[in-house]
């Protein structure tokens, strides 16, 4: 099955630097890749994703970069601010190959110092 | 995107005794998925929820401990059964849409539930 791995477990930033989180996923099959935000109390929330066909998607401050090859994808966060601080998960599918089940990453905790 | 209302949001529970946990869609989907999120970690996928026939468990999770309904295209349930303080997670109800060639999936607000 599906196997993520997800770098760094902790980042701590500047306010207005970038923050940037690697994920490398094990199954060639998966094809959907998003991004979730995970503040506390709450449950996760999609900021961004990006599918097999498309090597990078932006939106906004927010970029997602995807290798096929290598079978990696990584997040970008610009300008980051306090709000952004937060528990952020990648995770993969691989679709109909996979019953549609979404494998996660085990989670990096950003902290955007002001 | 399909709206999900979870039930309960959270519950303080005693040893040995079950919580049924309630997931409501907007709008009828065809993959609900139930995950744990013990504290400070990931989320781990329990099961799919079937509509009209049994749920597909994951590795390390099993129907007598966390049986699960799905009666329709909107609903669907999940008990944590014979609780121990080591349920207490956070438990995620979770939904999967598609539009055309493409997919992609919705989460609930979560449950948490403290076993004591």
């Known amino acids: 099955g599906e196997n993520v791995e997800q770098h760094p477990s902790t980042l701590s930033v500047q306010e207005g630097d970038s923050a940037v989180i690697k994920c490398t996923y094990s199954?060639?099959?998966?094809?959907?890749f998003p991004w979730y935000k995970q503040e506390l109390g709450k449950g996760p929330q999609l900021i961004i994703d990006i599918r097999s066909n498309v090597g990078e998607k932006k939106d906004q401050r927010i970029a997602v970069t995807l290798n096929k090859t290598a079978k990696h994808f990584s997040l970008h966060i610009t300008e980051t601010q306090p709000e952004d601080s937060a528990v952020y998960f990648c995770a993969a599918s691989a679709g109909m190959d996979s019953s549609y089940k979404l494998i996660f990453g085990s989670g990096t905790r950003l902290l955007v110092r002001p | 995107s399909a709206v999900i209302s979870q039930k309960p949001s959270r519950d303080i529970c005693q040893r040995g005794t079950s919580l049924t946990i309630q997931c409501q869609v907007d709008?009828?989907?065809?993959?609900m998925f139930w995950y744990r999120q013990q504290p400070g970690q990931s989320l781990t996928l329990i099961a799919t929820a079937n509509q009209g026939s049994e749920a597909t468990y994951e590795s390390g999770f099993v129907i007598d401990k966390f049986p699960i309904s799905r009666p329709n295209l909107t609903f669907s349930t999940l008990t944590v059964s014979n609780m121990s303080p080591e349920d207490s997670s956070i438990y995620l109800c979770?939904?999967?849409?598609?539009?055309?060639?493409?997919?992609?999936?919705?989460f609930g607000s979560g449950t948490r539930l403290t076993v004591v």
């Open positions: 709008s009828q989907v065809t993959m």
């Open positions: 979770s939904v999967g849409w598609m539009r055309g060639s493409n997919y992609g999936y919705t």
């Open positions: 199954d060639s099959a998966s094809n959907y």
